[in-house]
């Protein structure tokens, strides 16, 4: 569970854990690390997403290039314990690879702004700057404050200066490529007790016992529908609006999971 100013288990950690059995009857087929998103491709075709974090000098930026391939699943989704950002995608795109291996628990496919409810009486906290959702989270009247790790777009506010917008707001939406800057847990121990709280992107994984304990209730993550089409995309450094025909975009509710 996450308390403020107290830490249990990372939340990537318990994502490791619980997927590193079926990690170890996996096989990978291919790894693709784009400008955009990094996936990772099963033997028979499962295939997950991660945002790719901007990478900073070097000539080699990933350590283990070349070889990704070659090696167990179970360490490629250990890749998710990494210190550093980049090999934490790869980890992160490799659990979503196998969490989309697994009968889909129930979802609905609705548009995450609608299905929220958000009336002009709303403190929305949007954490990571979803452009397409801004304007119309603006229309509804709702007091939207906007928190960024990058704090230089104008009218956005800094994580230190995001944390009180975080403790009063009653809808949260938080990017899933928290979970690669490894900044999601101190995310979640902010927030007082909004009435929803949702991780949102192609990173997120539909894991509702990691997020057991946390105010998150709500997961819209992707499932990858046409692998070899994304792929392409994500290697020719597309992003979300390039992949979007070849992904379902899905709503996992977790209530009934975090309070029980």
């Not at 009968?103 to 009486?121: D, F, Q, Y």
Request: hydrophobic share 40%.
């Amino acid at each position: 569970m996450i308390e403020k100013g107290k830490m249990t288990e990372p939340i990537l950690t318990k994502l490791a854990d619980h997927l590193f059995n079926m990690a170890r009857r996996a096989e990978i087929d291919t790894v693709r690390i784009g400008l955009g998103y990094t996936a990772v491709r099963l033997r028979g075709g499962h295939t997950g997403l991660a945002w790719t974090p901007p990478v900073q000098g070097g000539c080699s930026p990933l350590e283990e290039a070349g070889t990704l391939t070659e090696r167990p699943v179970a360490e490629l989704l250990r890749m998710v314990e990494a210190e550093t950002p980049l090999p934490r995608a790869v980890g992160l795109a490799t659990a979503n690879a196998l969490l989309n291996q697994l009968p889909r628990p129930p979802v609905v496919k609705e548009e995450i702004i609608e299905s929220l409810g958000i009336a002009a009486t709303d403190r929305v906290a949007m954490v990571g700057y979803f452009g397409p959702l801004v304007q119309r989270l603006r229309q509804t009247g709702c007091q939207l404050d906007i928190i960024e790790l990058d704090g230089s777009r104008p009218g956005v506010l800094s994580p230190d200066e995001g944390r009180p917008v975080l403790a009063r707001c009653n809808v949260a939406i938080v990017t899933g490529t928290s979970l690669v800057t490894g900044t999601c847990e101190a995310l979640l121990a902010d927030l007082g007790q909004p009435r929803e709280a949702v991780l949102l992107g192609p990173s997120s994984p539909f894991c509702p016992e990691i997020f057991a304990g946390t105010p998150l209730t709500r997961i819209a993550g992707a499932r990858v529908v046409d692998s070899n089409a994304l792929l392409r995309v994500v290697s020719e450094g597309g992003g979300t609006p390039r992949f979007k025909p070849y992904v379902c975009f899905e709503t996992m509710f977790l209530s009934k999971v975090v309070s029980s």
